[in-house]
Nanobody, 126 residues
Framework: QVQLVESGGGLVQAGDSLRLSCVASGRTFGDYAMAWFRQAPGKEREFVAAVSRGGGATNYADSVKGRFTISRDNAKNTVYLQMNGLKPEDTAVYYC???????????????????WGQGTQVTVSS
């Protein structure tokens, strides 16, 4: 059974930084893409960033490009989301996700992701 456990969320001020972590278990971590999504109250869950199975390719939502960085450490079964220059509109529950299939792509659609973590709250005050 694949399990994803996020950590690192919290309450910060605008302009601050946070690093989220997601530890995966239950299968060979390095064989699968990983992604971060977020969901604000009353809004749809939206794509934030994805990284390919080897870490060589990344994909970002326009709203976070240049501020957020996704990375992975396959030896630690962990994917990270470094968030700099946080804005109040970044406030959301952040979810780690991974597809149910092996591929070299970095999909943006939540329908491509089969496994999800429980989420970690990020709140940015102005």
């Amino acid at each position: 059974q694949v399990q994803l456990v996020e950590s690192g969320g919290g309450l910060v001020q605008a302009g601050d930084s946070l690093r989220l972590s997601c530890v995966a278990s239950g299968r060979t971590f390095g064989d699968y893409a990983m992604a971060w999504f977020r969901q604000a109250p009353g809004k749809e869950r939206e794509f934030v960033a994805a990284v390919s199975r080897g870490g060589g390719a990344t994909n970002y939502a326009d709203s976070v490009k240049g501020r957020f960085t996704i990375s992975r450490d396959n030896a630690k079964n962990t994917v990270y989301l470094q968030m700099n220059g946080l804005k109040p509109e970044d406030t959301a529950v952040y979810y780690c996700a991974t597809p149910g299939y092996r591929a070299w792509s970095t999909p943006r659609s939540k329908e491509e992701y089969h496994y999800w973590g429980q989420g970690t709250q990020v709140t940015v005050s102005s």
